[in-house]
């Protein structure tokens, strides 16, 4: 899939430059319905005409639009099918910004407290979240919503999920058993601001990555890695548009970088690998998760073609199918693998919630137990 974001001349606002784009867009369509064929989510009252008329300056956003729209999961999956070479999903997302002020609560809250320069009751909010996740998690405290005063070859930004407080421990142990120099950004201040581009808040997502630009520049670090899709994502264009010579990895390609700290010995049996919607299996980020899962276990290939598979996150619950959709995949899962290991955050994190024999972990894990069956053979002898 191509990147979600294409690179923004001369660093125009978002909203300016998908005007322009759209503009262009809509005299290329020939609404071949290809874009809607292969869209995953729920959409049976929606035509490609009455998206293109929606996605027009000044025009009006009909009820059946609306809905869709929230139901819309920016997966991209319209991207590569289109023959006129029209992105669908950057079309959608300027209807997310033309709707904006509509947003049912799910998409709200997913919002409240990310971001930098919060005012009245969500900054109250965000501070008293920052406070509480201090408390309660010490060991990481110091790494939260602060920027590195060092410098160091490589810059580890969780973003948000610095509080996704296992992940966060179990690459932090990952990173110190390679011996590597590494600072470390993250926090709700420093959002990447993809979740506010991904629900149209275009001003908001632009102050994101300016001071994420900000931030990068000061580390000037020459590899930048994450665990996340869609930071990763924001990274990427950040690189492109600011022109930064910084090398940018997910955090798997890094740490197969060192395959001699790491024993290659089988503690899984069938694995089959989640690529999630931005890292696809034929990305590098898609083949280092695979290479992870064969030199750990039985790499084994989905049942069903997981170019239909998504996690749903995005469109935050507003498609009343999302669960059943992500339960026939996972029953699909389980009758090739027992285990599904996510080359992403974002997936890993939604389909823990799905009810399921299937064993849902991050390909990080895999590390993980690596060492600790290292650690155990030693403590053995």
Not at 312 to 340: E, F
Request: glycine letters at 4%; aromatic letters at 8%.
């Amino acid at each position: 899939m191509k990147k979600q974001t294409e690179k923004r001349k001369n660093l125009i606002p978002t909203k300016m430059f998908l005007q322009e784009t759209i503009s262009e867009y809509l005299g290329r369509c020939i609404e071949c319905n290809r874009c809607m064929d292969i869209c995953p989510v729920t959409k049976e009252t929606v035509s490609v005409h009455d998206l293109n008329v929606a996605s027009q300056e000044g025009q009006p956003v009909p009820l059946n639009i609306k809905e869709f729209t929230f139901h819309c999961t920016q997966c991209g999956k319209c991207v590569p099918v289109c023959p006129k070479d029209i992105r669908r999903d950057l079309m959608m997302r300027y209807i997310k910004y033309k709707i904006k002020g509509k947003k049912p609560w799910s998409y709200k809250r997913y919002l409240f407290i990310k971001g930098p320069q919060q005012t009245g009751i969500r900054k109250i909010t965000q501070q008293l979240f920052i406070r509480l996740k201090k408390l309660t998690n010490r060991d990481l405290s110091s790494l939260m919503e602060t920027t590195p005063e060092r410098r160091a070859d490589v810059l580890f930004y969780p973003g948000c999920y610095l509080y996704s407080t296992r992940t966060m421990r179990r690459t932090l142990r990952l990173l110190n058993h390679l011996g590597c120099s590494y600072t470390v950004l993250g926090g709700v201040t420093t959002c990447c601001g993809a979740p506010h581009l991904l629900q149209g808040e275009f001003d908001q997502a632009d102050a994101c990555a300016e001071l994420l630009y900000q931030k990068i520049k000061a580390c000037d670090p020459r590899i930048i890695i994450t665990a996340c899709a869609e930071c990763f994502e924001a990274i990427e264009t950040i690189k492109k548009t600011q022109k930064l010579d910084v090398e940018v990895l997910s955090v798997t390609q890094y740490v197969l970088r060192f395959p001699d700290k790491y024993p290659s010995k089988r503690i899984r049996e069938k694995i089959t690998v989640h690529h999630s919607c931005r890292f696809p299996a034929h990305s590098p980020q898609g083949q280092a998760a695979q290479q992870a899962a064969s030199r750990f276990g039985e790499l084994t290939a989905p049942s069903i073609d997981q170019s239909s598979s998504c996690c749903y996150q995005w469109n935050h619950g507003c498609d009343p199918a999302n669960t059943m959709r992500r339960s026939a995949y996972l029953a699909a899962i389980q009758t090739k693998a027992p285990v599904l290991a996510c080359d992403c955050l974002t997936c890993y994190e939604e389909f823990k919630k799905t009810s399921t024999d299937v064993q849902i972990i991050d390909v990080l894990q895999l590390f993980e137990e690596a060492l600790d069956a290292q650690q155990t053979k030693a403590a053995q002898r």
